[in-house]
């Protein structure tokens, strides 16, 4: 399991990412926010697609700076 530190407005909130081997479940509490992305999907993809399940819960700028961090997350992994 990965764990990173993400920014939520003014908050450091903690993502959780886990790698099932196909997928990504990932995590983050403090927003009450989850989402499995498949593995073998590019970068931009699933940048893409996590600003997408982010984008009612908070702002566009938001919602990038945090698939950002996560992309970032899992292309290290």
Not at 42 to 69: K, N, Q, T, Y
Request: with cysteine; glycine share 6%; charged share 25%.
């Amino acid at each position: 399991m990965i764990t990173t530190g993400i920014d939520v407005g003014e908050h450091t909130a903690t993502a959780y990412i886990y790698d099932t081997g196909t997928a990504y479940i990932i995590s983050i509490p403090y927003i009450n926010f989850s989402l499995e992305l498949d593995c073998s999907l590019p970068a931009e993809d699933r940048e893409d697609e996590i600003i997408a399940h982010l984008f009612h819960m908070m702002d566009e700028a938001g919602c990038a700076r945090v698939a950002r961090r996560i992309t970032e997350a899992t292309d290290k992994q």
